[in-house]
């Protein structure tokens, strides 16, 4: 007999109807109530976003979290969570963090006290708890680790200790292997390791080989899942100086890497940028060094420095950002650059796209790089301390009037800036600032149309959903409505491409209502495997915005389902559309409002596309339910439909 598995995660939240964005850029959010040393950022699947910070404790740090939902609401207090009882001693060091598939929040960081160094691992749930305890995992002796979640919700982890570096993977029931494992090299050591997630969860780590005390070239090996190399020896992805200080832009598709860098090209003394290509077989189809940002050789050429990238799965190509300078590095400047995925070819020219010209007024790219539907967008600074955000089209022209739009309007220096992926056409800025009463964690948030903060015309609260008898049932409430139209219920595989699969007008008198009203919607064509939804409200003029998203997921196979009946209403006859992966006989249960069993019948099914007919012509004018079952499809699959 066949079994079909149902798993679903649901995530609700009280959305919208409490925004905390702030459409004032000189006030911004503050991310927490406590002073801040130090700064990372993640976002989620629902595009919430983790703020984790290092906060000063009598001479010592504590690493501390606070998750901010799409609307700018804290959800973990006014100041977070503490991550880890254990102090970070007097100073802080270099912290890696990531989310997996349930949106948890894995950190590597490091416990210092008295000369020790010990590097440790922590979790925190989207509710602020704390599954590996208050102390977290310990790891060993080191520093700076970087951790990546793999598919099957195992956590690769890589980290420095002293010239080499001890990998290790960390299951449900705690680390994996008896001895971490180590990538070694001679005479000088590697130093600063990137994990990178990669299929069937195996993992790669990009690091680099010293060449002196200062100077480095990268290199990447990969690992299975028992943690063996794959590759023979680890690969070189470039000969020419990167430092032994920096950590780069590091993106996987697959099993392939994605490396964005800057460095000394060997004889000459200025900084070009990069982008490495890696394949799973070690190969480097863009060459040795992979593809260079610009043509710029000589040293009066402007210099290119940190090159971040980013690409969307549908596209067939990788976004850069660098900043430049002149040659002296007094002025500043910022370009983007995009590459042909499969052949590293150069798609604005030897030099890439100006956005701002090095000038006087110095703009200086800061944090990821983030994408729009079709360009990119990123984060800047100017000679006045103020920081902006700006969005290209797919040429690499402005998108949004003015060029660019304030996101910290204050002249304050800022510092530890953070970025996360468009989700919801929304990014999120985080960043450090003083504003005269110490340093704090400031966010805001910026919309692929260039607006920041969020005017709402409905209050939305409750969207949740279910799973049951392979039929997603969403539902919504709305506390208020000004000129509503109505809910696009939109549907995606992967939680970024979108599309409407139903539409849902107001329950308002003309769009407009201040008392509580409930909606809902069904899916009776759900997908296998991840199921994303949300829904995108519209008002009468055609403005819109977005609720959050909730992950459903339909884990089993493929049996047989009732996709439709019609007509409907229907008089004499009812045309039954079913679906089916088998052959096997089905029952139709008709039943009226009451519930009472008033028809059956019991047909046999072909594999495929199957219409039934039933004839209703004895029943009385009214609301009906027809059940769907069968010895395999335990389910019961039920549609509605009218009598006239």
């Known amino acids: 007999m066949k079994k079909i598995y149902l798993l679903f995660l649901l995530f609700s939240s009280s959305l919208l109807s409490q925004a905390q964005w702030n459409s004032n850029t000189s006030e911004n959010l503050k991310a927490a109530d406590l002073t801040s040393s130090d700064i990372l950022t993640a976002g989620t699947s629902d595009g919430s976003t983790y703020v984790l910070y290092y906060t000063p404790f009598e001479g010592d740090y504590f690493l501390r979290v606070q998750l901010l939902s799409n609307g700018g609401i804290k959800l973990l207090g006014d100041s977070g969570v503490v991550i880890n009882r254990r102090k970070s001693g007097s100073a802080t060091y270099v912290i890696s963090a990531c989310t997996d598939a349930e949106d948890n929040l894995i950190i590597g960081f490091q416990y210092q006290r008295g000369g020790e160094l010990l590097a440790l691992l922590s979790k925190v749930t989207t509710k602020g708890k704390l599954p590996w305890g208050e102390f977290g995992i310990d790891l060993g002796p080191g520093l700076s680790p970087s951790v990546a979640a793999l598919s099957n919700g195992d956590v690769a982890v890589a980290w420095n200790n002293d010239n080499i570096i001890n990998y290790q993977k960390v299951t449900s029931a705690g680390i994996l292997w008896p001895a971490a494992k180590e990538i070694t090299a001679s005479p000088n050591g590697v130093t600063r390791p990137q994990v990178v997630p990669l299929t069937d969860s195996s993992f790669g780590i990009v690091y680099q080989q010293k060449t002196g005390l200062f100077s480095s070239n990268l290199y990447e090996q990969r690992f299975d899942n028992d943690g063996n190399a794959v590759w023979g020896a680890p690969v070189q992805l470039s000969d020419y100086i990167t430092s ?318 009732m996709n439709n009946v019609y007509p409907n209403p229907a008089g004499s006859i009812l045309n039954l559309y079913i679906e089916s992966a088998t052959t096997e006989k089905a029952n139709f249960i008709v039943s009226d409002a009451t519930g009472k069993t008033v028809k059956q019948l019991s047909v046999d099914i072909v594999n495929g596309n199957n219409n039934i007919q039933l004839n209703i012509a004895g029943l009385a004018a009214g609301n009906y339910f027809i059940k769907l079952s069968s010895k395999s499809f335990y389910q019961n699959a039920v549609q509605h439909f009218i009598k006239y």
């Not at 607006?451 to 409750?462: A, D, E, Q």
């Open 244 to 561: 032994t200080f920096h950590s780069y832009s590091v993106l996987s598709n697959d099993d392939i890497t994605y490396i964005g860098y800057y460095a000394n090209p060997d004889g000459q003394n200025r900084f070009d940028g990069f982008v490495q290509k890696v394949n799973g077989d070690g190969a480097l189809p863009w060459g040795l060094n992979g593809s260079s940002f610009a043509a710029y050789s000589t040293v009066t050429d402007p210099y290119i420095f940190e090159v971040n990238i980013a690409y969307n799965q549908s596209d067939n190509y990788i976004w850069a950002v660098s900043t430049l300078s002149d040659f002296n590095q007094f002025e500043y400047g910022i370009a983007v650059q995009k590459f042909d995925m499969a052949t590293g070819q150069k798609l604005l020219g030897d030099n890439g796209k100006t956005v701002f010209d090095i000038s006087a007024n110095s703009e200086r790219q800061v944090g990821n790089l983030s994408l729009c539907s079709d360009g990119p967008l990123f984060l800047f600074y100017d000679i006045t301390n103020k920081l902006y955000a700006t969005g290209l089209n797919a040429d690499g022209n402005f998108a949004w009037p003015g060029d660019k739009t304030e996101i910290g309007s204050t002249i304050n220096a800022k510092s530890r800036y953070g970025f996360t992926p468009v989700n919801l056409e929304q990014a999120v800025a985080v960043w450090q600032e003083d504003r005269g009463d110490g340093d704090f964690p400031y966010a805001q948030n910026i919309n692929c149309d260039g607006i920041t903060g969020i005017v709402l015309p409905v209050s939305l609260t409750n969207f949740t959903g279910t799973l049951s008898n392979s039929i997603v049932t969403l539902l919504w409430q709305t506390n208020n409505e000004n000129n509503n139209k109505g809910f696009h219920i939109q549907r995606s595989a992967d939680g970024r491409n979108f599309s409407t699969i139903d539409f849902t007008g107001t329950k308002a008198i003309v769009g407009y209502s201040n008392t509580r009203l409930a909606y809902a919607a069904t899916d009776a064509k759900v997908l296998t495997g991840n199921n994303y939804y949300r829904l995108l409200q519209e008002d009468n003029d055609g403005k819109f915005t977005y609720s959050n998203v909730i992950l459903i997921k339909n884990a089993g196979a493929f049996v047989m389902r």
